[in-house]
């Protein structure tokens, strides 16, 4: 069995920050062997793509969070996280974290994120 768990989200105030996580619950798979994702939806619109961090530690970001986000992983506790900071109402959105194990596509489940202005 192979799980993708995030948390971390919540409702912060415009300018704030937060900290998602992303665990892998995964045998025979070590989160640092892998590309993760974050993807975001907001009500209405289309999952957009956030951020991803590689085996080898290269990250890339959209345009809209560059700056502002950060992801790094902590394979010996084979989480990844995704740093938010000076949030903006145009955040809110559900966060998910994505990777492929061998022939898993694995999505989580979602960490809701609301940004008030």
């Known amino acids: 069995q192979v799980r993708l768990v995030e948390s971390g989200g919540g409702l912060v105030q415009a300018g704030g920050s937060l900290r998602l996580s992303c665990v892998a619950q995964v045998v025979g798979f070590g989160i640092g062997t892998v590309t993760v994702r974050w993807y975001r939806q907001a009500p209405a619109k289309e999952r957009e793509f956030v951020a991803s961090?590689?085996?080898?530690?290269?990250?890339v970001y959209a345009d809209s969070v560059k700056g502002r986000f950060t992801v790094s992983r902590d394979n010996a506790e084979n989480t990844v996280y995704l740093q938010m900071s000076t949030l903006k109402p145009d955040d809110t959105a559900a966060y998910y974290c994505n990777a492929v194990f061998g022939l898993n596509d694995v999505w989580g489940q979602g960490t809701q994120v609301t940004i008030s202005s």
């Open positions: 961090i590689d085996r080898r530690g290269n990250s």
